[in-house]
C-alpha cells in the first residue's frame, strides 16, 4: 500500500473539555455542576473513586500542555467553557471565571495554538439541574444568557465557536438508558430533553449571528455543532424490519442533528413515528421560527463506532418505553475490548459519503476520534515510557487512511483533532482507559511524559503523509 498524504490545509489539533480537565472545581468562583452533584452523593459510582474534582489538573497546567500540542505539530485544539465556571448563580457574568479564559486563550495564543471554543460539554450548573434542566424552557432560556455572555466576552478572541458537544448524549445516558445521573429509564423524557437542547442550539445560534452583526463577534468567526454521529448498519439481507430499525437510529442520532443544522427544522418522518408510539414534544407557537436560526456554518463529527442495530424482538421495554432497534452483533467485528466498542475505520469514510450526497454544502471536521484503553501502565518500558505504539498508531492511522480517500473523493472534511492528547479524566469512568498520546502520571503530581506514539502523531502532523 502507497503513503496517503492529507491536504497541505488539513488541520491537526487536540481534542478535550473543561470539565474533564481543568479540575479546580471551587476555584475561581465555580459553581457546582452535574458532576461535582453526583460525585459528592456516590463517589463510589466513578473508577477508583476518582470524581470531578481533578480533572487532569489542565487548570493549573494549561501553559505547559499548549506547548506540548506545539511542539507535536498540532495547530489547533477544541475545548469547552465550563458554564459553572463563567456564571455565577444569579446568571451574570462571573468575573474570576472570565479572567481565567482570558488567561488560558492568551496562553494558547502564545504557544501558537487556537482554540476551538464550545459552550456545553454535559455540565450543566447543579442549581439549574434542579430547576428540571433542558426540560424546562427557562433553562434553556439561561443557557442563552450564558451563551450571549460569553459571545460578548470572547467575541474578538474566539474565531471558531461550538453550542453543544454530542447532544444525543445527555438524553440518552442520563434519561433512557439511566448510566448517568439523576438515572431515568424515560423514553419520552429524553426526546422532550433532546428538543430543549434543540432550542437552545438554535437559539444560541442567532445570538451569534445578532452580536457577529453588531461587531461584538469578529467577523471571520464560524460557529458550528458537534455530535458524536454514528453510521447505521444491519445485517446482510435485512427485513423490511431491520431496516426500519436502521431508519430510526439514524434519525433519531444523526438526521435530527443534520437537518437542525443544515435545514434549521427536525426530520418530519421520525417525528411522525415518535407520536405514533405517543411520544409528543413540548412544541409551542413559534418553536418553528426558534430552529430555523439553526442552521450552522460547520460541523463537528466524533466518531468512535458504527451503530450495528435490527429489528428488535420486542417493542415495549420493561420501563414501557418503546423500542426501535436492538444491537445487531457483526461476526466480522473487531473490538477494542477495554471499551467495548467496535473498531471500524471504514465508518468515517461511509459518514463523508453522507455528508457529500445529502448535505454537499456544509464543511466539516472530524472533532473526536480516539482509542482508550484499560491498564496501560502494562505496557511501560524500562526507560518509563508507556509503548502504546501497537495499538495506538494503527488506529489513527486506518483513520486517517479513510478520511484522506473521502477528501479525494469530494468530502468537505477540513481537519483532524484526536481526543485525549493528553490522558483525561473520563467522566465515571475517570482515569480507567487512557487515550493519550501523552501519559497522566496519577502518582506524580499528574505529571505529563510522552508515550511512544508521541513521536510518529508528530511527524504525521507535520509532514501530513500517513506512512504505509
Not at 459553572?84 to 486563550?105: T, V, W
Amino acid at each position: 500500500m502507497a503513503n496517503v498524504r492529507l491536504p497541505d490545509d488539513f488541520f491537526f489539533g487536540a481534542a478535550l473539555s473543561g470539565p474533564q480537565t481543568e479540575g479546580m472545581w471551587k476555584a475561581y468562583g465555580k459553581l457546582e455542576n452535574l458532576w461535582d452533584l453526583w460525585s459528592g452523593e456516590n463517589l463510589g459510582a466513578f473508577y477508583n473513586r476518582v470524581g470531578s474534582y481533578g480533572g487532569n489538573d489542565m487548570g493549573a497546567r494549561y501553559a505547559e500542555d499548549f506547548r506540548i500540542f506545539h511542539e507535536l505539530g498540532l495547530s489547533s485544539c477544541r475545548t469547552s467553557i465550563q458554564w459553572s465556571r463563567l456564571m455565577d448563580a444569579d446568571g451574570h457574568l462571573n468575573r474570576e471565571g472570565a479572567d481565567f479564559y482570558h488567561k488560558l486563550l492568551a496562553a494558547a495564543r502564545e504557544a501558537g495554538v487556537e482554540v476551538f471554543v464550545n459552550l456545553y460539554h454535559f455540565d450543566m450548573p447543579a442549581y439549574l439541574f434542579r430547576r428540571g434542566g433542558w426540560d424546562n424552557r427557562e433553562v434553556v432560556e439561561a443557557y442563552v444568557s450564558y451563551a450571549r455572555a460569553a459571545f460578548t466576552e470572547f467575541g474578538q478572541e474566539v474565531e471558531h465557536w461550538f453550542t453543544f458537544n454530542e447532544p444525543i448524549v445527555e438524553p440518552e445516558q442520563r434519561y433512557e438508558h439511566g448510566n448517568w445521573y439523576p438515572f431515568h429509564h424515560d423514553f419520552a423524557q429524553a426526546r422532550r430533553v433532546q428538543y430543549g437542547i434543540s432550542l437552545a442550539h438554535a437559539l444560541a445560534v442567532g445570538a451569534f449571528r445578532e452580536l457577529q452583526a453588531a461587531g461584538t463577534v469578529r467577523p471571520d468567526a464560524k460557529i458550528g455543532l458537534i455530535n458524536c454521529f454514528t453510521p447505521p448498519y444491519t445485517r446482510e439481507n435485512p427485513t423490511p424490519a431491520d431496516l426500519e430499525a436502521v431508519r430510526m437510529t439514524d434519525g433519531l442520532g444523526n438526521r435530527w442533528w443534520l437537518d437542525l443544522v443544515t435545514k434549521g427544522s427536525l426530520p418530519t418522518d421520525v417525528l411522525d413515528t415518535l407520536a405514533e408510539h405517543g411520544v409528543h414534544l413540548p412544541v409551542r407557537a413559534g418553536d418553528d421560527a426558534i430552529l430555523a436560526q439553526g442552521v450552522v456554518d460547520w460541523l463537528g463529527f466524533n466518531y468512535y463506532h458504527p451503530a450495528r442495530v435490527q429489528a428488535p424482538k420486542q417493542t415495549v421495554d420493561e420501563w414501557g418505553n418503546p423500542v426501535f432497534s436492538e444491537e445487531y452483533v457483526w461476526p466480522d467485528a473487531v473490538m477494542n475490548k477495554s471499551r467495548g466498542w467496535e473498531i471500524y475505520p471504514q465508518g468515517i469514510y461511509d459518514f463523508a459519503m453522507t455528508m457529500t450526497h445529502d448535505y454537499p454544502d456544509l464543511d466539516w471536521f472530524v472533532s473526536e476520534n480516539g482509542i482508550g484503553i484499560e491498564e496501560h501502565h502494562a505496557a511501560r518500558t524500562a526507560d518509563g515510557r508507556i509503548d502504546d505504539v501497537a495499538y495506538r498508531v494503527p488506529f489513527v492511522a486506518d483513520h486517517l487512511r479513510w478520511i484522506a480517500r473521502a477528501i479525494d473523493e469530494g468530502a468537505r472534511c477540513k481537519g483532524y483533532h484526536y481526543w485525549g492528547v493528553i490522558d483525561c479524566w473520563s467522566w465515571n469512568n475517570a482515569f480507567k482507559n487512557r487515550y493519550g498520546f501523552v501519559e497522566v502520571d496519577l502518582q506524580d503530581n499528574y505529571c505529563r511524559r510522552l508515550k511512544a506514539s508521541a513521536e510518529w502523531l508528530r511527524n504525521v502532523a507535520v509532514t501530513h503523509v500517513i506512512e504505509d
